[in-house]
């Protein structure tokens, strides 16, 4: 299994755009987890799916936020419109089922905000 | 009660020498406990971890001390080596909430 594939690696966007981040977790997991890692605020859970729903968005740090899970091999991150404090690297992670907390973690995404 | 609170915030260690890494929790509900490493340019990965029912849990290297009266928990890494530098964040979860809580993170150098 190729593990979770997140895209870009790399995206440079100009405030006020939108921008969309994309996750495809490792086939067969039931969970799927998208964290944000900052200097200032370490790895800080944005929103989690279970089975495809939404379990707990209460990381998510506002309305300028969404996230999606459409079908159980693919997630996005929306921010509209970006800000420059926007700017960070975005994880998605997923696990296998309930009870197995163990996460494995995408290459992530370094967004920067100008 | 969420906060999970990690220390040192850097590390710097010789090769050979044993790496300690420290974690404190509040709340009791936590469940599950894992440390991650991460590289550069690389998203964590899992590295060891440990349930509450038990006070110590070794993998290789590496070793996970638990003390459940405590609330705390440690990471040491024997015999640490150059490529053992990264970041370490322990984590901590409840069954009900899969989702980890982060420690701050520990930026650990081995000196050749």
């Known amino acids: 299994d190729a593990g979770v594939i997140q895209s870009p690696r790399h995206e440079v966007t100009e405030m006020g755009q939108e921008v969309t981040l994309r996750c495809k977790p490792i086939?067969?997991?039931?969970?799927l987890f998208w964290y944000r890692q900052t200097m200032m605020r370490g790895l800080e859970l944005l929103i989690y799916f279970n089975n495809n729903v939404p379990i707990d968005d209460s990381g998510m740090p506002e309305d300028r936020f969404s996230a999606k899970m459409p079908n159980a091999s693919f997630s996005t991150l929306k921010i509209q419109p970006s800000e420059p404090r926007d700017s960070a690297v975005y994880f998605c992670?997923?696990?296998?089922?309930?009870?197995?907390?163990?996460?494995?973690f995408g290459q992530g995404t370094r967004l920067t905000v100008v | 009660q969420q906060q999970v609170k990690q220390s040192p915030q850097s590390l710097i260690v010789q090769k050979g020498g044993i790496s300690i890494i420290n974690c404190a929790y509040e709340?009791?509900?936590?469940?599950?406990f894992p440390w991650y490493q991460q590289f550069p340019g690389k998203g964590p990965a899992l590295l060891i971890a440990i349930r509450p029912d038990v006070s110590e849990k070794k993998e290789g290297r590496f070793t996970i001390s638990f003390n459940k009266s405590a609330k705390q928990f440690s990471l040491h890494i024997m015999d640490s080596q150059p490529g053992d530098s990264a970041t370490y964040f322990c984590a901590a979860s409840t069954a009900g909430r899969r989702a980890l809580t982060f420690g701050s993170g520990t930026r650990l150098q081995v000196q050749p």
């Open positions: 992670a997923s696990s296998p089922r309930q009870g197995i907390t163990e996460a494995f």
């Open positions: 709340n009791t509900a936590f469940d599950y």
């Open positions: 086939s067969g997991h039931n969970s």
